[in-house]
């Protein structure tokens, strides 16, 4: 192991990745998009924030392509290029030979998904990939005792995917995770509106009503805005008032999802680790978790209490970096894979 080449702790999101540089912390978060010319030479135009600014407003001959979808690897050629421009970004021209990185992956994927992922950091200029499960990094970069006898429920919901684990002694002792999240969140309110108003509305502008109007439980003064799109009937532009009633109603399947999983995942505990949650609370993370009210809808429904991480879209990045800056962990970290160098 050579001591000049970097460590890094990425989440390789399907929403955003963010990287952790050892020494240095938190140096890069970007949406995981790329715009690519729609023919033969798939020619990438932009990445990142840049590719994010022309979301919505592209020509024809242009395609936003999400390369993780749902926490996997959905295009291999353009995961490979937005990993090495964002490493170029994160830590500049690196003379010092290949970086090293623990990346948080899904639980629930296959040993295909895997090895996509894997591939995917070795063709970007990495040297060395050891994988985590996304909840187990969110629990390390959220503080908690991770490897004491104790029962740590933590859940982290992103854009792609929702992972809920128990975590004792280092290891997921229950877990369950849905490839749906935040993302998803964003299409339940264009068919709401496309539905309910007969408006066509973009991905980006459900995403800013589910931030700005968004709420995991009823919000006694409703608050009103304007929203622009396309009348499905008359085909031109045309505005209309939603309420964050109606938002609030657009999201309950999503929100009541999540308080499935955790359904699931608590029958499934020991009834010691069961104890020391009822005592410990319930940890949330990703920037889902943000939604106003989904803290308070679980804490009300389980009759736990339930907190939201204040760094909520870097615990994931941060526990990786943790982990790539103390190797030593990795071997005691049950599940996880072994390493390869
Ligand atoms: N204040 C907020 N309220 C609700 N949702 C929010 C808020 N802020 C961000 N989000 C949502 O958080 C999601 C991104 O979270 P995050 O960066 O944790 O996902 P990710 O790690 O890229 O995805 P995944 O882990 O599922 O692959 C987006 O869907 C975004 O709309
Ligand atoms: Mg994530």
């Not at 050579?2 to 460590?7: G, I, R």
């Not at 639980?107 to 040297?127: I, L």
């Not at 280092?170 to 964003?186: E, H, L, P, T, Y």
């Not at 995942?265 to 010691?272: H, I, N, S, W």
């Amino acid at each position: 192991m050579s001591v000049l080449s970097p460590d890094l702790g990425v989440d390789l999101g399907s929403a955003s990745v963010v990287m952790y540089v050892a020494g240095r912390g938190i140096v890069l978060r970007e949406p995981s998009l790329v715009i690519v010319r729609n023919d033969q030479s798939r020619e990438c135009v932009a990445i990142g924030s840049e590719a994010l600014e022309m979301l919505g407003r592209l020509p024809p001959d242009l395609v936003p392509v999400y390369p993780i979808l749902q926490g996997v690897v959905a295009d291999f050629e353009m995961t490979v290029l937005m990993i090495k421009y964002f490493l170029r970004l994160a830590i500049g021209v690196n003379r010092f030979g290949k970086p090293r990185a623990v990346v948080a992956i899904p639980a629930e994927v296959t040993e295909m998904e895997r090895r996509a992922v894997e591939e995917a950091f070795r063709m970007a200029g990495f040297r060395y990939v050891h994988m985590v499960e996304a909840a187990v990094a969110a629990a390390h970069g959220s503080g908690l005792a991770v490897y004491e006898p104790q029962g740590n429920l933590v859940v982290d919901i992103g854009g792609g995917t929702t992972e809920v684990a128990v975590i004792s002694m280092g290891s997921v002792v229950a877990g369950k995770s849905a490839r749906q999240a935040g993302m998803a969140w964003d299409n339940a309110i264009v068919n709401y509106v496309k539905k309910k108003h007969n408006l066509l509305i973009g991905d980006r502008t459900a995403e800013q009503l589910k931030i700005d109007l968004g709420s995991a439980i009823p919000i006694p003064e409703a608050r009103r805005t304007q929203v622009r799109g396309r009348d499905i009937v008359t085909g031109l532009p045309h505005t209309i008032e939603l309420s964050s009633d109606e938002v609030f109603d657009a999201l309950r399947d999503s929100a009541k999802q999540v308080l499935g999983l955790l359904t699931w995942t608590l029958e499934r505990t020991p009834p010691e680790l069961g104890a020391d949650i009822m005592r410990n609370g319930i940890y949330l993370t990703g920037g889902s978790a943000q939604l106003p009210g989904m803290d308070q809808m679980l804490a009300t429904e389980l009759g736990l209490s339930v907190s939201t991480a204040r760094n909520a879209m870097d615990c994931v990045a941060l526990g990786c970096g943790y982990l790539a800056t103390n190797i030593d962990l990795l071997g005691r970290i049950w599940r996880s894979h072994p390493l390869t160098e």
